[in-house]
């Protein structure tokens, strides 16, 4: 459905209330012109120019009321239009928010379990140098995330640092961490590389939490606004 089909019903009945206003002055005019009410008779009188030039403005006045209503619905559309857009865009941040509220949860999952695996002291049987390098693949997995980049890029970050200023902190681990990839594991490597996880716990925490401080308050923000 086009505009026109959409408020022709509108605009008609308009049309037609103007149009039999003037249809009514223009008869009521001829009237009285015709029995010289309006006129004195004089015979120096223009009586039809007289009345057509004083009565210009008013004769306008209609149009202009129309003009001023025709605007005025343009502006209120054009401003509902606005507001769907706005809802819209929104609600797409909402739904992306919530995506990216999960990833950081997910990662505070991470941090967790890691933390009490390598809180335990040495065990010799207990080789955890495949679980450290596969903690960076997987949490360097999770940052990289499409929903992550978006809410980045479109709505706020963390003040902390961003998901690549993470990613970069992981990578300087994990470039420490080759030097002693092929060591063999034992009471010398533990310490070493469980220095290295600590650390990523750590950043990794302190960048999810923050991360989702940021996000509850947008979506408090995008609540309040939509119900607004």
Known sequence: MN???KESGYWMGWIAAGVVSMTCC???GVHLFATNTFCTGASDEQCLREWASALGGWVALPAAVITV???SRQVADAARQHNQT????LRRHQAIARKTRRS???LQRIVEHRRALWSNPFDDQKDLSEDYFNTI???KKIISGYEIATFENEIDVSPKYTKDELA???EMSHEQSEIFKDMIWSEFKFPLIKNNMDSIIRHTEVYATSLLTVI???TDEVKRTLVS
Request: proline content about 0%; charged content about 15%; glycine content about 0%.
């Open 168 to 170: 970069d902190i992981i």
């Open 26 to 28: 223009v008869l009521l």
């Open 3 to 5: 505009w026109w089909q």
């Open 104 to 106: 950081m949860v997910r």
């Open 216 to 218: 509850d308050s947008f």
């Open 137 to 139: 693949k997987l949490i």
């Open 86 to 89: 706005i809802a819209l865009q």
């Open 69 to 71: 209503i025709f605007l």
